[in-house]
């Protein structure tokens, strides 16, 4: 930059033209028709008698620091006390207080991972990377070695169960997403059966059945004295969910590439598996981004179904948290809080989906 | 709802499959180091809930702790496996747990065909009324002529019919099918009366801007009682967690807490003596060491004390002792003799 382009000597418009100018964007944008105008209105109406009682709640009566809780229940506006009280028991559960720096260290390596993930130039070295991210996490979380106390995964709650359920789901479900798309579209009539029965089934129930059949029922088959661990039972039923439905929008993705990209791969000599790897599949994925990340979204909010099955993820640590006799019936501060962070994360996703949309669409452009 | 037949079906299945751990239970245990205690996932308060630092405590859970410091003289010698209402009975059939204690509530079927042993009752829970204070109730014998708040389709609705056809007595319902909605509608003066039951209608009086202002009728019209509870098959187990209970209440019978239980030891009652270990014989009988009650009531103390550090007047749920009083005290709390 240099010092002529400062010193434009063109004049700035004046007040009056400003005015001018935005009251025309107005009359344009807002009231431009007689349907319009009352839809702005509406909105503009119930802006008004919305937006200035959320602000007294949540800013002006709020109540942002107290041990006492009749302080709060005496306030008018919201108990962000309670927030402050509770935000480790909903973070991170029934973890040892003192070691909850663990957890805490898991949840910003997992973040960190989410986020260098995004970048392109990992991709090259993802596998090694989350399997040492994951098996850092799984140290520090079991603990046991290195002089950090072994802590059961009955106590681990909060934040880290939830991206575990999911993180881990989504990782080992794509795989077997892949598989059983390709499966499904097999010329082997075995392999084909196999993969529709399986997606069919589980696509045709709920998540929350496939979470009692593991948690009920399951133990009831294994011979007496042999129980698998409530957090692998659930984390196993979370990973058949999702492979489901992710090889049905992989197949999507199959199915959409047209006849002469397989042509092209079978004329050119490639096997099976290097047709697929090189030419079908990238293209494929690519696709079916919106969808998959669709889908990462869905299964991101129903692991707050193992509610059901009494594993402490953040939603269920958010409920019992309210149960604190002390601490009762401050809900709308927990769940807004909790929707917050649910938020936080599915934001972030959709935001890094339209990103990767446009990067992969940069090829095909013409 | 088809998640409550599953889990019937779970149930129904496990009784078919009878898993036969006779006797294994308490030698597990010992030799495991710890109880598996099955607690309230969801969290009840004053039963099972979690503080800010995520410790689980209330009635239910010093139970636990006390079976614990029997058996290994150590009340922190316990792990809880939270678990869903479906989910409790196949966690203790299954033996992911050793002993269950959920607020469940004692029956013919659980303690027969769920294949579960009742070890006696640690809560007489039934349903209640609230009223406000400044109507001038003090017992629902008074309740003629009153509208009622009270959720349909469940045995509370049921109850209340009952009860005020039992007594000759008239009543409008309100039936309103949202917990909220219906607590809502009794804050507001829609109703005179709240009716579910009483550990409910105390959890839900704490949220109260002023809970002082509401009262707790003293009549419960149907039996909710609650006990920790263990498989078939194991016996011994059963008796050990059977006595333990007792053992805290005949504590609070006879006047031992967990300040002055040393000085106990050197009573001269003899129930006393049996009962610290100080005269040998329990300990041996039930297979743990003979100070197993000392140490539950050291640690945990006794039952009064229990009640009143979780769910007792003095706490936000603020209960009267009512029917879980001592007999001696008008109450239903009855230890058989320690001889």
């Not at chain 1, 850092?136 to 290195?146: D, I, K, P």
């Not at chain 1, 990462?296 to 309210?322: H, N, P, Q, W, Y």
């Not at chain 2, 769910?311 to 007999?327: I, K």
């Amino acid at each position: 930059m240099t010092a002529e382009t400062r010193d434009d000597p063109r004049p700035s418009p004046d007040f009056a033209a400003r005015v001018a100018g935005s009251l025309a964007w107005v009359r344009n944008n807002l009231f431009n028709t007689w349907y319009n105008a009352l839809f702005t209105l509406i909105i503009a109406w119930f802006f008004l008698n919305v937006l200035p009682p959320l602000f007294d709640w949540m800013v002006t009566n709020s109540v942002w620091q107290t041990d006492d809780p009749r302080v709060c229940r005496d306030a008018a506006g919201a108990c962000w006390a309670f927030i402050h009280e509770k935000y480790r028991f909903i973070l991170f559960g029934t973890y040892p207080y003192d070691e909850q720096w663990r957890p805490l260290l898991m949840v910003m390596i997992t973040i960190a991972l989410l986020a260098a993930s995004c970048d392109k130039r990992t991709w090259r070295f993802i596998v090694p990377m989350w399997v040492a991210g994951l098996t850092v996490s799984g140290v520090l979380l079991w603990g046991g070695v290195f002089g950090l106390t072994y802590v059961e995964n009955l106590r681990w709650g909060g934040l880290p169960i939830t991206l575990l359920l999911s993180v881990v789901g989504l990782a080992v479900a794509f795989p077997i997403a892949v598989l059983l798309a390709l499966g499904r579209r097999s010329d082997l009539p075995v392999v084909r059966a196999i993969c529709i029965c399986y997606i069919e089934m589980i696509r045709g129930v709920p998540l929350i059945t496939l979470l009692f059949m593991s948690s009920v029922m399951l133990p009831l088959f294994l011979p007496t004295g042999v129980t698998i661990d409530k957090l692998l039972r659930a984390q196993i039923a979370m990973i058949m969910f999702a492979a489901a439905y992710l090889a049905e929008v992989i197949r999507g993705g199959l199915q959409s590439l047209p006849r002469g990209q397989y042509e092209a791969a079978d004329s050119l000599g490639l096997g099976y598996w290097r047709k697929m790897r090189l030419i079908i599949l990238p293209q494929a994925l690519a696709v079916v981004i919106p969808p998959i990340v669709n889908t990462f979204i869905a299964f991101f909010k129903d692991t707050s179904l193992v509610l059901i099955i009494g594993i402490f993820d953040i939603m269920t640590a958010t409920k019992s948290a309210l149960t604190d006799p002390h601490w009762r019936g401050f809900f709308r501060e927990a769940y807004l809080f909790t929707g917050v962070i649910y938020f936080c994360f599915c934001f972030f996703m959709s935001k890094y989906s339209q990103w990767l949309e446009k990067e992969f669409s940069k090829g095909r452009r013409h | 709802m088809n998640t409550k037949a599953l889990a019937l079906a779970g149930v129904v299945l496990a009784t078919l499959a009878a898993p036969a751990l006779a006797g294994e239970t308490f030698d597990a245990v010992k030799e495991k180091g710890f109880v598996q205690c099955g607690v309230n996932a969801g969290g009840l308060p004053g039963f099972a809930n979690t503080d800010s630092e995520g410790t689980f405590v209330g009635l239910d859970i010093d139970f636990c702790r006390a079976v614990a410091a029997a058996v290994f003289g150590d009340a922190e010698a316990v792990r809880y496996t939270p678990l869903s209402a479906q989910q409790r009975f196949t966690a203790l059939q299954s033996g992911e747990i050793d002993v269950l204690i959920r607020n469940t509530t004692w029956t013919t079927t659980r303690d027969t065909s769920l294949g579960l042993n009742f070890t006696g009752v640690n809560f007489y829970d039934g349903q209640g009324f609230m009223v406000p204070t400044n109507l001038g109730v003090t017992s629902a014998m008074e309740l003629d002529g009153a509208t009622v708040c009270v959720q349909p389709g469940t045995t509370t609705e049921l109850n209340l019919a009952d009860f005020f056809r039992a007594n000759a007595m008239s009543f409008e319902p309100v039936v309103i099918e949202k917990l909220d909605e219906v607590v809502e509608a009794y804050v507001q003066g829609r109703c005179d009366v709240y009716t579910t039951d009483a550990s409910g209608i105390a959890s839900t009086r704490s949220t109260f801007t002023n809970p002082e202002e509401h009262l707790i009728l003293p009549e419960l019209i149907s039996k909710e009682p609650l006990g920790p509870s263990v498989r078939h098959g194991d016996d011994q187990w059963f008796d050990v967690v059977k006595w333990v209970g007792f053992a805290l209440l005949e504590a609070e019978e006879k006047g031992i807490t967990a300040a002055n239980v040393d000085a106990m030891l050197e009573s001269t009652d003899p129930t006393i003596q049996r009962l610290l270990g100080v005269d040998a014989g329990m300990g041996e009988a039930l297979g743990l060491e003979e100070n197993w009650a000392y140490n539950a009531i050291k640690q945990v103390g006794n039952y009064g004390e229990i009640f009143e550090r979780h769910v007792g007047v003095e706490t936000p749920l603020g209960l009267s002792r009512g029917l879980n009083a001592l007999w001696t005290d008008g109450g239903l709390m009855y230890a058989p003799p320690i001889r």
